[in-house]
T-cell receptor, first 115, second 117 residues
């Protein structure tokens, strides 16, 4: 069965600090996709990244970076030089390709960036 | 602008009443989804549809119903059979290009917060 665990329920850091959000997943499939979404206070989920199981290269997008390690079934997300606008709930998610595009979400990590 | 709209943003209903939440998309996406989010919880799938006039139950379909008469629209009805309907409801869509072994990205609307009094 597929499962996504975000062990950090809530994190608070001071602005300009770096912060890493952890994500551990479980799946029996060899082909799967991992996602990160951001949910700001407005409520809408904003897509950040999609990564397939065959691409283990780390990805960097501005202040955001993602570390995918199949050996530990983790897909961690790091924000460098955090800003108050980064305050949100962040969800990690997993989709097993071919399963009607259904996505399983973790319970989310609420990130507070303190000014 | 292309996107997904949900209306209304806030909805209040009396217990025992059915209520319909609207979801419209102009992204020309084939697939649409409804999720429920409770405080401190992740998203749980209620129903999804990959093509017009067809839909499937998700993990928590009891007490809900949907229709997919048009590609752009996927309304969700919360019926009186739903025991605890107060929640935040999110609609999503994806291209569902049908490529084998590919999982499409889902894009979300702004959500509707339903409160049953």
């Amino acid at each position: 069965a597929q499962k996504v665990t975000q062990a950090q329920t809530e994190i608070s850091v001071v602005e300009k600090e770096d912060v890493t959000l952890d994500c551990v997943y479980e799946t029996r499939d060899t082909t799967y996709y991992l996602f990160w979404y951001k949910q700001p206070p407005s409520g809408e989920l904003v897509f950040l990244i999609r990564r397939n199981s065959f691409d283990e290269q780390n990805e960097i997008s501005g202040r955001y970076s993602w570390n995918f390690q199949k050996s530990t079934s983790s897909f961690n997300f790091t924000i460098t030089a955090s800003q108050v606008v980064d305050s949100a709930v962040y969800f990690c998610a997993l989709s097993e390709a071919g399963r009607d595009d259904k996505i399983i979400f973790g319970k989310g990590t609420r990130l507070h960036i303190l000014p | 602008d292309g996107g997904i709209t949900q209306s209304p943003k806030y909805l209040f209903r009396k217990e025992g009443q059915n209520v319909t939440l609207s979801c419209e998309q102009n992204l020309n996406h084939d697939a649409m989804y409804w999720y429920r989010q409770d405080p401190g919880q992740g998203l749980r799938l209620i129903y999804y549809s990959q093509i017009v006039n067809d839909f499937q139950k998700g993990d928590i379909a009891e007490g809900y119903s949907v229709s997919r008469e048009k590609k752009e629209s996927f309304p969700l009805t919360v019926t009186s059979a739903q025991k605890n309907p107060t929640a935040f409801y999110l609609c999503a869509s994806s291209p569902a290009e049908g490529l084998a072994g590919i999982a499409d990205t889902q894009y979300f609307g702004p959500g509707t917060r339903l409160t049953v009094l």
